[in-house]
């Protein structure tokens, strides 16, 4: 009998393959793109007629290719970034499988011009239906030029799977986007059928990150000018590199969400999310934060090798990932909402002990090549403090002259120092307003707060550290008294003993029901402990179960709450800033620990949209 099986022709072999790795235009289009960005190309120029259908025509100017190569580069698992399966561990280039070219060629009719440096002319090969056509020498310049003509030529049904053109359009403009977010060093320009889409100059000079944000600012208008939050952070098994949207310049989908895993561009349900869950209480319902990240680790800890488009990838601790991420925008959040008044004398006095609490380090943007503060600033005593200190222009690393966004060729780099950066602090500008909320101008915009959310943050905060110290401070009472419970609360009262103590209250346990009060937290208000303790009482029978993590969250909340200043009291200015400045020194200063917002910035974007005529 003949053999049933037998090998396919690779004609025909990378034809099914191609399903896999070209599923439409944009997805051959990222290939490509990923090719020249793998050569270390310096410009790139894509050409596409009909959604990239018709054309798709990429011109880059990195290493080329020899003449064998030029060839070669067509045949299935041809490539020159792996030699062996360990190099799968290690892999930090874009491409590694060696089957896009084959599998775009096996679909279409290519024609490749490539030159390398070295050499005086070039080399030009024809591919049709991953069958070869011709090869022949050629002048052109040194680079890459690829050519995909009439894509799914012959293979009918993947065609009629397409959606309209302006829908692959839109994808193929989003991945040029997304692969020039990912090296602003490289310019690009992007037509469609003759028209300039796109046009990004390659960015020179800077830091890295700073590249990264004229980068976006180039590719996503001036509306992200001034609202991105630098990020920099490094772990040893993660390092962390981007830019953070401002809640100001939050957007309608999640399409703008940029994670980068060794410079892979990734979409991650649970990294996506963990950004957003730093951002809780910040946004509106319903929208999202901008964001670039860019995290780096040892390859082995990453498994790009899952998905035919390398576009998801598994991670060995993925629940660490998270945390670590979230942390991380947190705290570079924190920093931004302090950033008024980070940069001036206030958090200095802090630190000299004025406030209990010690600063925590800050590891985000201080420190780094980012922020450029300046050394003359006058130090404020706490007593002269003058208010919100502006946030120098200094500290504003996207700063740059007005100019045309798309540049032909890179400017010099944009000064980053403002010279209104070192004016003097406006004379200090706090009020109430409906006896609870705290309302402050800002350099950009206006900031309200609740006193009462902000307060029970502080409280909160200093609770849980009090737990840590395991001492918290402790108000001795002039006139200790006691206190009757039921033998049940009692009970309760003796198993927290300890955990009451790090509170900072001092409790005498007397024969029968009787407790005497002798100390109570510095925080809470004298004369309300009774209530604070039945508080605690209850709120510990609830979570009793559960870890004595939680019970202890419940105690410092309960007490946060039960503590804090009510709205519809009037506060000083003193007061007003003390509370504000309490607040910035917190760890997470932008929400109340019940998740509601401490305070509700209002930038540029939402004064226009209420003033806007329609
Ligand atoms: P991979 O990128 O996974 O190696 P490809 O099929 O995309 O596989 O490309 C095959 C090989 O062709 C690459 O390894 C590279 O050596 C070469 N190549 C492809 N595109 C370019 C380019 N634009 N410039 C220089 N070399 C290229
Ligand atoms: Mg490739």
Not at 130 to 144: D, F, L, N, Q, S
Not at 158 to 168: D, G, I, Q, V
Not at 494 to 514: Q, T, W
Request: negative net charge; glycine residues 8%; charged residues 25%.
């Amino acid at each position: 009998m003949e053999p049933r099986i037998h090998v396919l022709p690779e004609a025909l072999a990378n034809k099914i393959a191609a399903g896999e790795v070209v599923q439409r235009p944009s997805s051959a289009l990222k290939e490509l793109l990923e090719n020249s960005i793998d050569a270390g190309a310096k410009r790139i120029e894509v050409r596409l007629k009909g959604s990239g259908s018709t054309l798709m025509h990429v011109i880059d100017d990195g290493s080329g290719m020899g003449p064998e190569d030029a060839v070669s580069c067509f045949r299935r698992h041809a490539t020159s970034k792996i030699q062996s399966a360990e190099d799968l561990d290690a892999i930090l280039t874009l491409g590694f499988r060696g089957e896009a070219l084959a599998s775009i060629a096996a679909v279409s009719q290519v024609e490749l011009r490539t030159r390398r440096a070295e050499e005086a002319s070039g080399t030009r090969v024809r591919v049709e239906g991953g069958e070869w056509i011709g090869t022949e020498p050629v002048a052109t310049p040194v680079g890459t030029s690829i050519a995909v003509r009439n894509l799914f030529y012959n293979v009918p049904a993947r065609r009629a799977f397409l959606k309209t053109p302006a829908t692959e359009f839109k994808h193929a403009q989003e991945t040029v986007e997304t692969l020039a977010l990912s090296v602003p060093r490289v310019g690009f320009a992007l037509y469609h059928e003759d028209v300039e889409i796109l046009r990004v100059p390659a960015i020179e000079g800077g830091t890295e990150l700073e590249a990264l944000a004229e980068r976006v600012v180039d590719l996503f208008g001036k509306e992200f000018r001034d609202q991105l939050i630098p990020l920099e952070e490094e772990t040893s098994y993660l390092t962390i590199r981007g830019i953070l949207g401002t809640p100001d310049v939050y957007r309608r989908s999640r399409g703008e969400q940029y994670l980068f895993v060794n410079g892979r561009f990734i979409r991650h349900r649970s990294l996506e999310h963990g950004v957003l869950a730093a951002f809780q209480g910040l946004l509106p319902d319903g929208t999202y934060p901008f964001f670039a990240l860019f995290l780096s680790l040892n390859p082995v800890h990453v498994d790009v090798n899952v998905h035919p488009t390398k576009s998801e990838v598994k991670f060995d601790d993925e629940r660490g990932m998270y945390s670590v991420l979230q942390t991380v925008v947190r705290r570079a959040l924190s920093l931004w909402a302090r950033a008024p008044i980070s940069e001036g004398a206030p958090l200095q006095a802090l630190s000299e002990g004025i406030f209990a609490a010690p600063i925590p380090q800050v590891s985000a943007s201080q420190g780094s090549s980012w922020s450029n503060p300046s050394p003359s600033r006058p130090r404020l005593e706490p007593g002269t403090y003058t208010g919100w200190v502006p946030e120098p222009a200094s500290a504003l690393p996207f700063e740059r002259p007005q100019e045309p966004l798309l540049r032909t060729s890179p400017a010099s780099i944009p000064s980053r120092v403002n010279p209104e950066g070192t004016e003097a602090a406006p004379t200090s500008i706090l009020f109430q307003v409906l006896d609870r909320y705290i309302v402050s101008p800002l350099p950009t915009g206006l900031m309200v707060l609740d006193q009462t959310a902000a307060h029970e943050r502080v409280l909160f905060e200093r609770a849980r550290q009090s737990f840590d110290s395991g001492m918290g401070m402790s108000q001795q009472l002039l006139f200790p008294h006691t206190v009757e419970f039921s033998p049940g609360d009692l009970e309760l009262l003796k198993e927290l003993k300890s955990d009451l103590f790090a509170l900072g209250f001092d409790l005498d346990f007397l024969s029968g029901r009787s407790v005497l009060v002798r100390g109570v937290p510095a925080d809470i208000r004298v004369g309300a402990e009774r209530a604070i303790l039945g508080d605690l009482i209850a709120q510990y029978r609830d979570l009793r179960t559960k870890l004595s993590l939680k019970a202890r969250e419940a105690l410092a909340r309960s007490l946060a709450r039960r503590s804090a200043i009510a709205p519809g009291t009037r506060l000083s200015e003193q007061e007003m800033r003390g509370l504000i400045e309490q607040l910035f020194q917190c760890e997470t200063p932008l929400v109340a620990p019940d998740g509601r917002p401490t305070l509700i910035r209002m930038g540029r974007d939402e004064f226009e949209r209420r003033f806007a005529r329609s």
